[in-house]
């Protein structure tokens, strides 16, 4: 996308988003704002050749202070996986229709993420598409850590004798599940 279009785009999302709390560095593409459970949310616009993605996030702050391998600390969505029909937002796009989807379903989207019991629960289906993260790799870290942060210490070691042996062929994250594996254990978690 040329940097004018993009330029008219987050200047738009400022006049939005700053009111609600939220602030941008200024050569940045995303908004973040701190919540009352103390974590991060955010709003980042990803721009595209001709397609502008905006994704919507939870940063855990707890999470963050650990320093997992692999920094793993966060869930998040495509707003276009939040509406239906999953809509094609582009450079061409009412830019106020961008707005309205993020203020209307993205932001009240974040109190779903700062929820770690619903999160949890989204990472322990078998749909791909529930997860609020982007990828297995991530998933298999993610769910592991929230268990241990809501005090199910169990659980957490349960799923991570599973993952092992599920990562060797489907993990892409350096350093390897075993590392954050033997990480964790060191924590206590598991």
């Known amino acids: 996308m040329k ?26 593409q995303l908004w973040e704002r701190k919540s009352l459970e103390a974590n991060f949310e955010y709003v980042h616009l990803n721009f595209g050749k001709y397609v502008v993605n905006p994704s919507l996030g939870v940063r855990y702050a707890d999470l963050e202070n650990l320093s997992p391998p692999a920094g793993v600390i966060s869930s998040s969505k495509m707003l276009k996986s939040l509406v239906e029909p999953s809509p094609q937002y582009s450079s061409d796009s009412p830019i106020n229709l961008l707005i309205d989807d993020v203020t209307s379903i993205g932001i009240p989207y974040l109190q779903k993420l700062n929820d770690r019991q619903n999160v949890i629960e989204k990472l322990r289906s078998p749909n791909i598409q529930d997860w609020p993260v ?10 592991p850590l929230l268990l241990h942060s809501v005090g199910e ?10 993952f092992k042996g599920e ?24």
């Open 3 to 28: 940097s004018e279009n993009s330029e008219k785009f987050l200047s738009q999302f400022d006049e939005v988003l700053l009111p609600l709390g939220f602030v941008r560095s200024k050569k940045d």
């Open 134 to 143: 982007t990828s297995y790799s991530h998933r298999i870290r993610l769910l």
């Open 153 to 162: 210490y169990q659980e957490a070691k349960y799923l991570v004798a599973e």
């Open 167 to 190: 990562a060797k062929d489907k993990d892409q994250l350096i350093p390897s599940f075993d590392d954050f594996a033997e990480w964790l254990d060191q924590q206590g978690a598991t």
